[in-house]
């Protein structure tokens, strides 16, 4: 893998590291130059519309975490002849485990993400963040209708 498919599949990896860790302020930053398609009458969700999203569903205990292990996996990078943008197939999978609720599958997808190179850096463009295929049991991660 060349370096900026280094440098881009590690923004995937990051979402995954801020998510887990409760971070929810800094995995919506992420987003703050991107469009990301969203389920519903929504459309499309800003970077405030991503935290107003996650801080309305996702659970957050105690920890400060939601519990969970998120996994990107069979990153596609395609990058194009300008070497300026991106894109990018992969599958994510989540995982959880709380008191009384043993680790196991919760959520499985795809991801399929546009980037940018700006000022030197990568940055992300468009996800769309629509594309939910396996649904286990998200009694324990999610509260509400998402």
Same mark, same amino acid.
């Given at each position: 893998?060349?370096?900026?498919?280094?440098?881009?599949?590690? #923004?995937?990896?990051?979402?995954?590291?801020?998510?887990?860790?409760?971070?929810? &302020?800094?995995?919506?930053? @992420? =987003?703050?130059?991107?469009?990301?398609?969203?389920?519903?009458?929504?459309?499309?969700?800003?970077?405030?519309?991503?935290?107003?999203?996650?801080?309305?569903?996702?659970?957050?205990? *105690?920890?400060?975490?939601?519990?969970?292990?998120?996994?990107?996996?069979? *990153?596609?990078? &395609?990058?194009? $002849?300008?070497?300026?943008?991106?894109?990018?197939?992969? +599958?994510?999978?989540?995982?959880?485990?709380?008191?009384? =609720?043993?680790?196991? #599958?919760?959520? $499985?997808?795809?991801?399929?993400?546009?980037?940018?190179?700006?000022?030197?850096?990568?940055?992300? $463009? +468009?996800?769309? +963040?629509? #594309? =939910?295929? @396996?649904?286990?049991? @998200?009694?324990?991660? #999610?509260?509400?209708?998402?």
């Amino acid at each position: 893998m060349n370096d900026t498919a280094v440098e881009i599949t590690n #923004l995937l990896y990051h979402y995954c590291e801020l998510m887990d860790s409760g971070r929810l &302020e800094e995995a919506a930053a @992420l =987003f703050r130059h991107a469009r990301v398609k969203v389920a519903g009458d929504a459309g499309f969700a800003s970077e405030a519309g991503m935290l107003a999203l996650w801080r309305r569903h996702v659970i957050i205990y *105690p920890d400060g975490t939601p519990r969970t292990k998120h996994v990107v996996s069979n *990153p596609i990078v &395609e990058i194009d $002849a300008t070497g300026q943008r991106a894109k990018v197939r992969s +599958y994510y999978s989540v995982y959880q485990a709380t008191e009384g =609720f043993p680790l196991q #599958l919760i959520a $499985a997808g795809r991801y399929q993400d546009e980037f940018e190179r700006h000022e030197g850096r990568w940055r992300f $463009a +468009y996800r769309d +963040y629509t #594309l =939910f295929d @396996l649904q286990g049991d @998200l009694s324990h991660h #999610l509260q509400g209708r998402v």
